[in-house]
């Protein structure tokens, strides 16, 4: 695959990222107690602190927009958003 090929796809799957947080990060929430208290021992207070986190009651991320064209060249390997149990944004 050419340079500049590859330059954008990986152009299409950070701006895919930046707006699936943006959009996500806004209905976000801090980290529940309980599982703060379990991760204590693993993680900074501070890290635990800035860590928010939403549940999808009934919905499910969609797919890329790019999702058909990133599994043909992952010969089928790129992950199904749809049925991923999470995703970390940073």
């Known amino acids: 695959m050419p340079e500049a090929r590859v330059g954008e796809m ?10 699936e947080r943006a959009l996500y990060h806004r209905a976000s929430g801090p980290l529940a ?7 204590q021992d693993h993680f900074s207070k501070s890290l635990l602190d ?26 089928g390997v790129f992950p199904d958003f749809v049925h991923l149990a999470s995703v970390t944004y940073h």
Not at 33 to 39: A, F, N
């Open 10 to 19: 990986i152009a299409k799957v950070v701006a895919y990222f930046r707006q």
């Open 33 to 39: 107690p309980v599982w703060k208290s379990s991760m």
């Open 50 to 75: 800035a860590v928010k986190t939403i549940t999808l009651n009934g919905a499910r991320i969609p797919p890329p927009p790019f999702y058909s064209e990133a599994m043909a060249l992952s010969s």
